[in-house]
Every structure is written in C-alpha cells, then in structure tokens.
C-alpha cells in the first residue's frame, strides 16, 4: 500500500471516529471528560495534515512508472557488433 493510501485510510478512520464522538456527546453530554476527548480527536486530525503535507511521496503517486515494452522483435542491426553470450566468437570455435 503507498504512502498515499495509508494516509487516506487513516483519513477514512478519523472521520468514523468524529462521527461517533459527536454521537457519543449527543448521548453523556460535553463535561470534561467529553471535552478531553473531543480535544484529542481535534489533535489528531491537526497531526494527520500535517503529516499529508510533509509526506514525501505526492498524492496519487502509486508508485514506479510503467514503461511499456513493445511485442515486435528487436532490429537485427542493433546486436551486430556483438557475440552471442556463451556461444563464443562468431568465426571462432567453442574450446
């Protein structure tokens, strides 16, 4: 999984957890104790922008790029200054 990925799931997972604490408030009310947590929610998602923003890698990069490699045989003309590896010399004999 990239970099990228594991931001955006972890993302994904704050979310759920601001959802449940706003019901959470709904339901015990906003003493300390609720605020304590409403305030750590509120951190962690300060703490996940900014790490998005200094991640190395930029959003949308999965990885290498992929070079395509065409099916249609190589031009002769390109190996003739070559032997065949371990065929030996062309106008020699294998020992």
């Known amino acids: 999984m990239s970099l990228d990925e594991e931001l955006t799931a972890a ?4 979310e759920d957890l601001t959802r449940s604490v706003n019901r959470l408030e709904r339901r015990v009310g906003a003493g300390l ?18 790490l998005r923003a200094s991640s190395p890698e930029p959003p949308g990069a999965g990885g290498p790029e992929l070079v395509l490699i065409p099916e249609a045989p190589y031009d002769r003309e390109l190996w003739t200054d070559v032997d065949d590896e371990g065929l030996g010399a062309r106008d020699r004999r294998a020992p």
């Open 11 to 14: 993302q994904r997972c704050l």
């Open 33 to 50: 104790e609720m605020r304590r947590v409403r305030s750590d929610t509120d951190h962690l998602k300060e703490s996940l922008s900014l």
